[in-house]
């Protein structure tokens, strides 16, 4: 009988030792999800909503979970456009790291929509609103590992900034671009983890990897322009600015930047070819040597996601020209998007553009804006990887996801980073959150995350921003 009793306390024992854990971490799954769910119920859309009662929602989470008031901003060039910036407090003894995510999110509109986009929603292991992948989820899990750390009195050995911003999706001088021209030092930092960025990846439901965007490209707009006198449409001329803009378009589309590695897409072609099997293994191995292999080349541009990581791309995205049906032209437009490998100098694709038209009637200039006004353009840096960044990264994800592979990448589309690469502030996208390859639904309708991956998106920035902002002990 006494045998028994000791066994029966020391399991008690054990329990009482383990329910503070398990509390703890449960406490973070509520927590997590009700920031996120906070999130996607404020409009932070452009054309109705604002940015800023998020940023202040967020705020007061923060001092409430006992971050210095002093340390939490709200700060925007104007009442719609706040951005928040927080401050964990660190010992000095290295740089400040900066973690992002932006609060602004694209138009959603609910006829589009089989759910509310601005309700959130909880179903068959989904979490859906717009947002809950660009990027409120990131926003969340940032602010849920900020309170978890203060509420465990952590002290990094470098301060830790969290910094989520407008403008993002509109590339309104309010967000990041605003904080670096008029608040620099608030998220000054030798390097950024931007959670907008470096999406994990599932297919078929599995874990295909974990990635680090370690660049990304620029996109600039460049207009093209033809104009005419004009007349009577029932006596044509040949020089009609239509045409000409059409003959340019078709010059423009026949033809190809040339292939251009860095260090980034050279690491990411020799670790997916890990990934890949068969032709695709090889030919993904193939275009590492100097010179590449061509064949491999060609096969591989077939992919579009691929052969925008091999080189500037361009393509027209808009189209406008003459005043009436029964009238010649006086004018014609076009709005070449292109996309620029990290270093490439917009002026010298202006140049490239202007050669390939080769028509001294039709004007190209640019860069411009999407309002059309010129914008001072600064030439990102070429791409390149933070070691402490992918040791981190890869240690974490050994622990959570053992046989994943970490791979670099390079960004097609656009971040925060645009902004802070050229600045000065190296930044690497790493998501935390694993999503369908085949099934992006980001900027799209019935946008969505798996709970789990969310969850174990919180887990994994907690580990990784513990790991990041303290000290290894050395071996004694």
């Known amino acids: 009988m006494k045998t028994r009793l000791v066994a029966l306390a020391i399991a008690v024992s054990f329990a009482a030792a383990a329910a503070p854990a ?17 999130l996607i119920e404020i409009d932070t859309t452009e054309a109705h909503g604002s940015t800023t009662p998020a940023a202040r929602a967020m705020a007061e989470r923060l001092k409430a979970a006992g971050l210095p008031a002093e340390d939490v901003v709200v ?36 006829e589009d929509w089989t759910v509310d986009p601005f309700r959130f929603l909880e179903k068959d292991g989904w979490y859906y609103g717009r947002g809950t992948t660009d990027i409120k989820d990131g926003a969340a899990i940032l602010v849920a590992n900020l309170i978890r750390l203060v509420r465990e009195k952590y002290r990094p050995d470098r301060d830790l900034i969290v910094a989520l911003t407008a403008g993002e999706e509109t590339g309104i001088a309010d967000g990041i671009e605003w904080l670096l021209t008029e608040k620099r030092p608030l998220i000054d930092a ?5 959670t907008d960025g470096g999406d994990f990846q599932l297919k078929e439901g599995r874990r295909r990897l974990v990635a680090i965007q370690a660049s990304e490209k620029l996109s600039v707009n460049y207009r093209l322009e033809a104009t005419d006198r004009g007349g009577h449409s029932s006596m044509p001329r040949k020089e009609n600015p239509i045409y000409r803009i059409a003959a340019a378009l078709s010059r423009i589309s026949a033809f190809e930047f040339p292939v251009e590695l860095n260090e980034v897409t050279r690491l990411y072609f020799d670790r997916m070819s890990g990934v890949e099997t ?31 990581l091999l080189r500037t791309t361009c393509v027209s995205t808009r189209l406008d020209g003459g005043h009436a049906d029964n009238a010649l032209p006086q004018r014609a437009r076009a709005i070449v998007n292109c996309r620029l490998l990290p270093g490439s100098d917009p002026e010298d694709v202006r140049k490239t553009l202007a050669r390939v038209v080769g028509d001294d009637s039709v004007s190209v200039t640019g860069p411009i804006s999407e309002w059309e006004k010129p914008r001072e353009r600064v030439v990102a840096p070429p791409a ?24 670099p990448t390079m960004e097609t589309g656009g971040t925060d980073g645009y902004y802070l690469r050229p600045a000065g502030i190296p930044t690497f996208g790493v998501s935390g959150v694993f999503i369908d390859i085949d099934d992006v639904r980001a900027h799209g309708r019935d946008e969505r995350v798996s709970i789990d991956s969310f969850h174990e998106g919180v887990d994994f920035y907690y580990r990784l921003i513990r790991a990041l902002s303290t000290t290894p002990r050395r071996a004694r």
């Open 190 to 194: 030798v390097y950024c983890v931007n």
């Open 22 to 38: 398990l509390r703890a971490e449960d406490d973070v799954r509520v927590l997590a999800r009700d920031i996120l769910k906070q």
């Open 75 to 110: 700060i925007g060039p104007d009442d719609r456009h706040g951005n928040l910036v927080a401050r964990l407090r660190g010992t000095g003894a290295r740089r400040p790291l900066l973690f992002a995510a932006h609060l602004d999110v694209v138009e959603a509109k609910r």
């Open 278 to 308: 068969g032709q695709l293994a090889a030919d993904m191995k193939g275009v590492a040597p100097t010179p590449p292999d061509p064949a491999a080349l060609k096969r591989l541009a077939e992919s579009p996601y691929v052969n925008a």
């Open 384 to 407: 390149r990887m933070e070691p402490e960044l992918q040791r981190v990264v890869e240690g974490v994800s050994r622990e959570i996801w053992p046989g994943v592979p970490v791979v």
